[in-house]
């Protein structure tokens, strides 16, 4: 031992305790950067769902509107014809066989 210089004052294990603290580190590291990579990927995919849900909704929005629409009409058209039937209806016999016959009613 005598003569002997140590280039290194610090013993091997705290060496090898600094680098497996490294190592530990750098999984960590690398694991958070997967999980951040995944979320990322995830949002972008919900994003697009997103997406395609709004325009389905916006479709969907429309063919009520164009149904509301058409309910209208027909609530309109069966009114007129009800009025048209209630005005039969109402006419007497005579009045029934001049319509009948297409002769115009006084």
């Known amino acids: 031992m005598y003569g002997k210089i140590r280039s290194d004052p610090v013993s091997k294990k705290y060496h090898q305790n600094k680098i497996n603290n490294l190592e530990i580190l750098y999984q960590q590291t690398l694991l958070e950067l997967e999980n951040q990579q995944l979320k990322q990927h995830n949002n972008s995919q919900l994003y697009e769902q ?4 709004n325009q389905e909704y916006k479709k969907l929005q429309a063919n009520m ?7 209208s009409d027909m609530q309109q058209r069966e009114w007129i014809l009800n009025t048209r039937l209630n005005h039969y209806l109402n006419m007497g016999f005579w009045q029934r066989l ?3 016959l297409q002769i115009p009613i006084e």
């Open 98 to 100: 001049k319509f009948l």
């Open 50 to 53: 997103y997406a395609k849900l």
């Open 65 to 71: 509107s164009n149904l509301h629409q058409m309910m």
